[in-house]
Structures are given as structure tokens and as C-alpha cells.
């Protein structure tokens, strides 16, 4: 080969007057020859440099490609030493690369190349560098080799290609070298799809040559994409039965895909990815239905699958979406194997996987009607699918203890889900069963109830109706259906511990009752009378909404006799209703929030409420008397009655302020009064509201979470615009707004705590009133605050800064006055400076003048800034002369510094000035008379608040985002290590020693974890042993403590080598302080950290036998349950470690 390879180029133009190579670069050429393997000495490959040596050659035009190929002539030409064969071939490839040599390279050059490489294709140590050249001149000489053909005619890429196919054997070579042909052959398929198609047969038969017995995973998704393009672009043209077939079964042999990704994966290649691109590869074509369908049935059936959930999930996952892709056409011609197979194995058989088997029903059904118009009933549907849903329909009757009733249940609902058509069916098949006629119906006599066990089954059909714009069901069946729900409702009773049979779904509280018990035997679960109660009062809610406001209210009423009981003055407390619904709410008095039929009753009335202003209107009476009365209301009714009188509200509100309709013509008979008037309705809006204000007033000194509740009614009320801002606008006259907002703050004020909800309630509340209204709000509070008569009103300014709806940052808004800005800063400083205010005031001052500077307008920054500075400049920098600061003025100018720090952070374009803060808080750091020193930690700490929490990340804690942090990381951690370390090695023992150790770690414990340990794994290192050698027995400082042990946490999770290398630092510490300090959560995470290191650093741990024993057998009696759990966790692990060692 190489002599004709030779005479080509020696007749090709450019690149004839070859010369001899200089010495260098003949160096270089020998030495990427000779070379087979990495430098294990200095770790580089000594290729690469002789690679560059050449190309800078090449570049310089110092040596042609010809030269090189001269010279290569006799490695290339070497039957006995494939090294060097394989060597040459990848140095050409890689030479090639060059875009200076591409552009050289004319038309015969192009065809050289293609016709060289080819030819090493059947040379098997040729094969990577073959691919590879031959993938750079299909990417890079495209335009010449479209034009180029052999001798017959054939265009010299399908030579080329029929070459690969046939001389490459891929399954044989190594994962990098199957990777190249894999992405030479995708080459092929997209961008020569017109040349390769007329190989015919030959490419399907060459493509599956190539993707078959493929084992990694990294190439696993390519072949499977390649897979999926031959089928959708050359399916009918070039695949032939027998490949079809081999295709077929080379996909399915990865099935089911268990593929779990490796610790500290690198690709981001999971199960789910392989499992999506074998999907994919399995409907791309409606010819490999005849394959897939029946293997798919089989597997979510096989006995050698039958205990794997996954594998039936997956098969039947597979099968879904198969079907979804082929179309309504072939999945027509599987219905009856997919039918048979449901009920088998849902009605039949036990499998674990009965919900997953009916969501392939249902997106079977959903595809088989698919093409069919809206409104028309195609002739094949009683043919094949109506003889399914009466056999089904069948199964139903045979009752509870029949097998086959609640698998026929399940797949008939979803059937019903699938399609309207469909649901009328199943309800036409099903109502005489659910809705049974009464025996007095000609008479007008009273509905025949639901069966209990048809209950929860009637619901999921209900459901189904519920479209997303109409309701798929006839007002009569949704009549009838709610007359029969109703009069099943009122006869349960909670003295009965009746069975309730449902489908497998819960309608309480969101659980799923199912009837999947063991490998999934499906069976009518027996649900106590609460349960029950909790599916008749969703049922009968839903049905109240389903048939609108003129047909429901008498359905209502026993929702209403539960929800608050009859009226006073109620004349009938004697009747059946009234005495079952009295009996039901002493059932129901020691019940918590989270109760089914608690929950159930609590949406039912408010969905309806909502949506009804007729039922809102019944519900007035009964809310205001209840209300009076709520010192004796059960737990649960007195932290919703805030959500429910919202929701009344709002419904009222909605019609009160709609347009009266026209009045009736004379002749006309006017309609009854099921609705209330606007008039009426806003009488009982305002009632209702008042009664909503006087709660949330009265019950703020107890329980700051009344506003809490309140708000969340506000966020969560579907209610129009109008309706919303009436609402707004009455609830706050109502509570003395905007004239006294520090009522708001009664609750933080009173106890100290969270301000939380007092904000959410005034975020919701600025959110829904008129502009106007909202501007007057926001001045009121910012008024007050900026007055400093109340502090507790500084709780109110981030929501008013911050919230939705708050004016912009960088624009002065006309109606919005920012003349309090400077007053409310001084405020805000005083409060965080000032001895006995307490801490809470602190942290409300801190808060409101960090939100002060993030939302102030542009122009307005500057000032806020200068008044910081010319606040707390003598604390920063104390004077000759000067008298020192008190401790507590020195404290709060750190925080307040960092506070505005924060703040420019936060609201981006003021890099330069945070940086100035920034800068100030580590010059006093190395200042040794500076007042603040001993709190910048405390600084660090306002800025990156410690989050002990169970998240790994701290970002759900942090104040700053995490590109903030991690810039801090590479800005002011440096400065804070160095500080830290000169500190450590000084002999002198100050306060400002620790300081920068301690606002290291705080840095560092705010950095995500993969930052943490992979770029700063020095800082890392010292910062949590220096720190671990700091901490005392006496529980001073225990943030910092606990903060030290969260580093070594997270630095033993990931592994990191230095703890083994360093446990003598670390272990003693550890067992010393989990039983001696007095902090538990300090004592806990000693434990955590000594049961990493045991579980990871087993062996090593030996020497420090005793020491641990002693220590967690202590930790074992420590006096809090936490500390004891893990103290016993670590014990175990330290007898598993040694019964393994000496195993």
C-alpha cells in the first residue's frame, strides 16, 4: 500500500519537492512511532510533544505531508511490527487534523487519503487511526468528496463505507476505538443519508454489525441512537426481515437495564438515559412493532422477571410509549393481546405493578382513538373494544371477595381516562351498579345510595369526567350520581368500623390504599369509617362542584352540618341529619389536620365555596356563630377557619362586585333565589371579613401563625382581580391598616419570634389591594419604622422592600416616597448598636437594612453608603484619644457592615463597594487594637448564616447565591487563610487569633460541597484540624464547633484522604468532646464524624481502639435521644469494622 500511496501524492499538486525532514522533526516523528504508552514518570504523553514539534513544522512550511509519508514508508509497510503500523496510521490521522494541512490538501490528496485509510481498515492495529482520519476528512473535506468517485462510478464514499462495514470488526476493540466507529458511522447516517442509502441492505446489516454486543455505557447510548436513526430514516429501504431481526434481538438483550452509575460518576450517565435511548430505539419504526409488543407482554409477565418490580416497570414503560410512536393503526391490530394481558395479570394473577399495568391501558385506548374526530363513534369500537369493557363491567359484580372485582375496577377507570367515548361507555355499563334506581324513582321518592364498596370506585369515574374545560358526563348522570353519593354519605356511621372497597387510590389524604398487598394480590381493603367518610365527602364535593350552583344546595347541606352543625335557632336538631352529623363532629373533635376525613371535609367545602357564592352565602351563618365559639372548636377548625372564611369571602366578593343580570321580562318567570344578590352578597362579604379581622387581631399575641394562615387563604383564593382587591381593601380597614401597622407585629413583639409570617401576610395583602391602597400601605409601615416609636415594625420592611409587588431597584417611582431611606438606615444601625433592646431587634435591624440597600433606587445607594460608613467609622478605627467602643457598639458596626456588604452582593453593579466593605472587615482582622476584630466571624456569619440543617447543599439557608460564594472563595479566602495561619504560628494568644480562623470556616461551610472538597481541599484541610485542635470542653463558641465537625462531615462523605492521613488529629478530639460538651448538637456531629471515619478508615482505626469504646459507650447514656441514636450507630460500626477485619 504505501508504494501507490507514495506515487499518488508524489503526482499531486502542491505538495510535490519533497524534501528530507530536519532533525527535529524526524525526532518527533520516530519518537510518536516508537511510543506506545504514557510517561509514568512525569504522567504527560510524550506523543503530544512530538506531535507538536511536527505540525509547528507543518504550519511553517518547513515540511510537506509528503516528507512525513516518505518517512513513515517503512513503519507503515512492517508486516512484523504492528506497534508501529498502528502508530503511523494514528500520526497521519492526527496530522490531518491541522487546519493548515486541511487547506493544503487538494481533490487527489482528498482521494489518497480516503482510499489509504480504507485500505488499513482490514489491518486491525490500524483500525483507530484509520477511523479517525477517515472521520476528519468526512467532517472537513465534505465538498471535495461528494464530487469524487472510483473508477466504476461509485461514489468513493459508499466504497468507503462498504470497506468499514466489512473489514471492521468493532465488538472486538477496545471502548475508545468502538466509540470512533460509532461516531464515523453516525457521521455517515446524517450527513451522507442519500450516498449510503443506495448500499441498500448492506447498511443495515454493517450499522447492526457495528452497534451489536456493545457493553459500555458511554457507547451503549450512541448505539442505541443509531439504532433509532436507521430504523426512522432507512427503515424500509435498507434493513432487510433478517436484520430486522438481529436488530431486534441485539436491542432487546440489554433488557431490563440495571445500570446504576458509579460513585463520583464523571459521564452523568444514568439507568434512566440507557433505558430512554432503548425506548426510543424500539418504536422508531412500526415494522419492529411484530418484535417488540410480544417480547414487552411477555416481560411484564415473565416467571424469570416476576419478582423484579423494576423490570415489569420498565416493560411495560417501554410498551406505553412503543405504542404511543407506532400509531392507532398497528396498535388496532395488538388490542386483543394487550387487553388479554391486563386483565391476566391485573384481575387474574398477583403482580406487584398494577397501577403501572393500568396506565398502559389507558395510553393504549388513548392511541387507538386518536384519529378518530371528536363526536363520532368509529364501527370498530363495539368490535373490539366493547366486548373487553362488558367482561370487565362483569367482573365488578362479583363483589368484594372476588379477586377479579378490583383489578376490573382499576383497568375500567383507566379506560374511562383514556377518552370520552370510552367513559361513556364504562358509565353506561357500570351506573346501574354505582347509582342504583330507587325503588320509589317513578314516584319521586328519595335516591338509592352508592354501595359503600362502589364508593371509592364511583369517585375515580367522577374524576375522569372532570375535564380540563367541561365536564365529560350528562348533567342528569352527574344529578343522579350526587343524589346517590349524598344518601350513602348520610349512612355512614362512625361506631362502624365498615369495609369501604376503592381502586387503589386514595381520596383522603393522598396516599394510595391500593390493594397491592405481598406481589401485589389485589383485594378490597377494608378502610375504617373515617376513611370511608373521607371518600363520600370528596365524592359528594366534587359532584356539588360538577353540577353547578342551582342543583346543589340541598347536596351541600350535609357538608355544612359537618363542617359547623346547624344554626342557632335551628328548629330541627332533632332530625336524622342533624343527629348524624353531630355524632360524626364528636368523632371528629380529637382528630388532627392531617386526618383523611378532616382533610377531605375541609377541601370539599372550600372547592365549592369558592366556586358557589350560593354555598359560600350557607355557609355565613355558621361561620359566625362558630367563630364566637372557636375557644371550644376542635384544633383542626381553628387553624383553618381562617382558610375557610377567606374562601367564603372571596366567593361573595366575586358576586358582589359582578354586574346584576337584566331584569326578567314581564311575562317571564324570574328564576329562584339559589344565588344571592351583589347587594346581599357583599353584606355577607363584609360580615364575614370582619369576623376574619377580629380572629387574625385577637389571636396575634398567642400565636404569631395566625397571619401565617391567613396569608396562605390570600396566596392560595382563585379569585378574580376585583374580587381579590375587595377583599383586600375591607380585611384591611377591618384591622386598622394602613393607619396602625405595628398591630401586625403584636405577635413578634410579644414573644420574641419569627417574623416570618407577619411578612408573608403582608406580601399577600400589598399583592392584592388596589395601587392606591398598596402605596398608602407601604409609606405607613416605612413611616413608622423610620420614626423608631416601634422597633417591631422594622419586621415589616423586607416585605415591603422585597415583596411581590415591591417598586423597583433602579428606578425612582413617582408615587413611592424613598425620602425615608436615610432616617429608617439610622434606625436600623441604632437598634443593632444599642444595649437592651434584645437580640430579636437586632436581627429585625439587620434584616430591614440589608433590604433597605438591595431595593433603594441606584442614586440612592451611595448616600445609604456613606451614612454606614460615617456611622461606625470611629468603631472601625479607633483614634489616638479616642475612648474605645463598647462591645456591644463594636458588635453591631460588624454586622451592620456586613449586612450592607450582603446587600450590594445581592443586588449585583456595586462589585467595587462590597469589595471596600469586604476589604475594611480584613484590615481589622490584622489590626491587633481594632475594635471589631473578635466579631468579624459574627460579620462572616450575617453574611453566610450557619445552616445546620439535613441538606447537603447550604444553599436553602444561604443569603448570598452560590456563584457569590464561591467568587468570596477565590477573593477574601485567601486572605482570611493566610491570616489564619500567621495567627496560629504567632506565640501571642489574643482574641484576634481566632478570628479569621473562625470566619474561614464559615466561609467555607456556606461553599457548595463539590467546590468545598474538590478546589479548596487545602483550606479545607488545615481550617477543620486547626479548628478541631481549638475546641474546648467549656461550649464557648459553639457555632463555630459545630460548624468545624460540618466541615469534617462533609470532608469524610466525600471521601477525602487527608483524615486517614490525619487521624491522630482527629479521633482523640472527637472521642474527648462527644460525651464532655455541652452542646448536644456539638456532641452529635462528634459522633457522625467518628462513625464516617470508622466506616471508611476501618484498619487504621485500630490504635485508637480503647478510646473509642470509652467514648461512645458514654454517648451511648447521653441524656438526649438524638445524641444516643447516633452514638449507637457509631458503636455498630465499629464492631461490623473489626468483625470484617478479621474476616
Known sequence: APAWFRSYLLDAAPMAGATSLDKDVKEGVDLYVKTDAFGEASGEDPREKALEVVLEALRASKVQLLDIVLHLETPLNDSGNPQGRRQATKFLAECLKDATVQKSLNFKHVLTFIHFFSSKLCDWQCVEGAVSGLTTLLLQQAPQLRTLQEDDGTPVVVAMTRALFKGVHTPSHTQQVRKTVLDLVRILLEKWKSDVETLGFDLGEGVVGVIEEERDPRNLLMAFALGRRLLEDFGNTCISEEALTTLFESLT????????????????????????????ALAASPRMAQFALPFLMDSSKDITVGDNDQAIHDALEALGYCLERYGPVVTREHLAEVFKTARDQVCRT???????????????????????????????????????????????????????????????????????VLLQRVWALVSPTLVPPAAGAAAGGPAAPCPRAELGFLLELVEAAEGPTKTLLAPRQLKLALASAVAALVLLDPAEGAGMGCCGHDHGNGNDHGHSHGHGQVEEEELSGAKGLAIAIKLTGMLCRLVGE??????????????????????????????????????????????????????????????????????????EQRARDRSVCSSWFAEALPRVLTATAVSLAGRATTPPPPAPEPDEKPAPALVPSPELAGELAEKVLAVLADIALDELDASASTLGNLAEALEDSPGGAEAMAWVASKLAARMGLPREPSKLCRGVEAQGGSPNEARRFVVALLASLPLDEAMALRNSILTAAAGGTSTSVLALVPAVLLGKGAPPADANSKPFDWSFGT?????????????????NVELLALDALEALVVASPRDEVAA??????????????????????????????????????????????????????????????????????????VAFQVMMPPNFGSTSSPASAAKLPSLAVQQLSQTVLPALFSSAKAAA??????????????????????????????????????????????????????????????????????GSPWIEDDLQSVVPPLARLC?????????????????????SAQGHVLPFKKLIETATRKAVEDRRREVRLVAIACLNAWHCGLTAERD
Open 550 to 623: 342551582e342543583a346543589s344546595s340541598d347536596a351541600f347541606e350535609p357538608l355544612r352540618l359537618l363542617l359547623l352543625g346547624p344554626t342557632a335557632g335551628a328548629t330541627d336538631l332533632a332530625s336524622e341529619r342533624n343527629v348524624w352529623a353531630k355524632r360524626w363532629r364528636t368523632e371528629m373533635s380529637d382528630a388532627s389536620a392531617t386526618e383523611p376525613h378532616v382533610e377531605a371535609l375541609l377541601a370539599a367545602a372550600v372547592n365549592v365555596a369558592q366556586k358557589q357564592p350560593g354555598r359560600a352565602a350557607q355557609l355565613v351563618p355558621g361561620l
Open 864 to 937: 445609604l453608603l456613606k451614612s454606614i460608613q460615617e456611622t461606625f467609622k470611629h468603631v472601625l478605627k479607633v483614634g489616638s484619644g479616642q475612648s474605645p467602643p463598647s462591645t456591644h457598639a463594636a458588635r453591631g458596626a460588624a454586622r451592620c457592615w456586613a449586612a450592607a456588604a450582603v446587600a450590594l452582593l445581592r443586588r449585583g453593579g456595586f462589585a467595587s463597594e462590597a469589595g471596600g466593605f469586604l476589604k475594611d472587615l480584613l484590615l481589622a482582622l490584622e489590626q491587633k487594637d481594632a475594635p471589631v476584630a473578635p466579631f468579624v466571624p
Open 985 to 1054: 504560628a504567632s506565640a501571642e494568644e489574643g482574641k484576634g487569633n481566632s478570628a479569621a480562623l473562625e470566619s474561614a470556616v464559615t466561609l467555607l461551610c456556606a461553599l457548595p460541597v463539590e467546590v468545598l472538597c474538590t478546589d479548596c481541599t487545602e483550606e479545607l484541610r488545615w481550617c477543620a484540624l486547626t479548628g478541631l485542635k481549638c475546641l474546648g470542653a467549656d461550649g464557648t463558641n459553639a457555632v463555630f464547633a459545630a460548624q468545624v465537625l460540618q466541615l469534617l462531615v462533609r470532608a469524610a462523605k466525600r
Open 253 to 280: 438483550s440489554y433488557f431490563p437495564i440495571t445500570f446504576t452509575p458509579p460513585k463520583d460518576d464523571k459521564y452523568g450517565i444514568t439507568g434512566d438515559d440507557l433505558r430512554a435511548g432503548l425506548n426510543a
Open 350 to 420: 398477583t403482580t406487584p405493578c398494577p397501577n403501572e399495568f393500568a396506565s398502559m391501558l389507558r395510553r393504549t385506548l388513548a392511541v387507538t382513538l386518536g384519529d378518530v374526530p371528536a363526536g363520532l363513534t368509529p364501527a370498530w369500537l363495539s368490535r373490539d373494544i366493547d366486548p373487553f369493557l362488558q367482561t370487565l363491567a362483569e367482573d365488578v359484580n362479583k363483589g368484594e371477595a372476588s379477586l377479579a372485582s378490583g383489578g376490573s375496577k382499576r383497568l375500567l377507570v383507566a379506560a374511562a381516562r383514556a377518552h370520552p
Open 1075 to 1095: 460525651s464532655s460538651h455541652p452542646v448536644p448538637l456539638v456532641r452529635l456531629g462528634c459522633l457522625q464524624v467518628l462513625q464516617l471515619v470508622i466506616t
Open 823 to 839: 432616617k429608617l438606615l439610622q434606625v436600623a444601625c441604632k437598634c443593632t448598636s444599642s444595649e437592651g433592646l434584645g437580640q
